[in-house]
């Protein structure tokens, strides 16, 4: 396919073309669209709803503003209500906290790794689940 047949699939999704898509190089536009179809729009293991709610969150921890205008407003497509979008940035920037402390006070991976396996464990164990 040539620019102007991939630019009409994408106007034809978006009613048109975003600017970024102008920026790809004419060798692998289509390659590059086949797999932003794929990876963002059609459905996958995890829903759309939920992908996108990660995506809003990946946006937040690295602080890309591009990233949480389209992850929010896609996610927001997909059902995603604002308390689910507050919920998925307030984790990213637990997790974020988290892995900095673990991180910077090198935590011994090993006993850290252990220690998880065994709460984990004890959580099932109490809620009747097999471990």
């Known amino acids: 396919m040539n620019r102007k047949e991939v630019y009409k699939e994408i106007e034809e999704m978006f009613g048109l073309v975003p600017g970024f898509f102008k920026l790809v190089p004419e ?3 289509r390659l590059e669209w086949d797999l932003f179809k794929q990876v963002q729009m059609e459905e996958g293991p995890i ?3 939920y992908r996108e709610l990660i995506g809003v969150a990946i946006a937040a921890v690295t602080r890309c503003r591009y990233c949480a205008v389209y992850h929010t407003e896609v996610a927001k497509l997909n ?6 979008i ?3 940035v307030h984790f990213a ?3 974020a ?5 673990i991180n910077g006070m090198q935590v011994d991976y090993d006993q850290f790794k252990s220690e998880v396996t065994q709460a984990c464990k004890h959580i099932r164990k109490k809620m009747g689940k097999a471990a």
């Open 27 to 29: 060798e692998s536009l």
């Open 47 to 49: 829903p759309n709803k």
């Open 79 to 84: 059902g995603a209500t604002d308390a689910e």
């Open 86 to 88: 507050e919920d998925a």
């Open 93 to 95: 920037k637990s997790q």
């Open 97 to 101: 906290g988290w892995s900095t402390y």
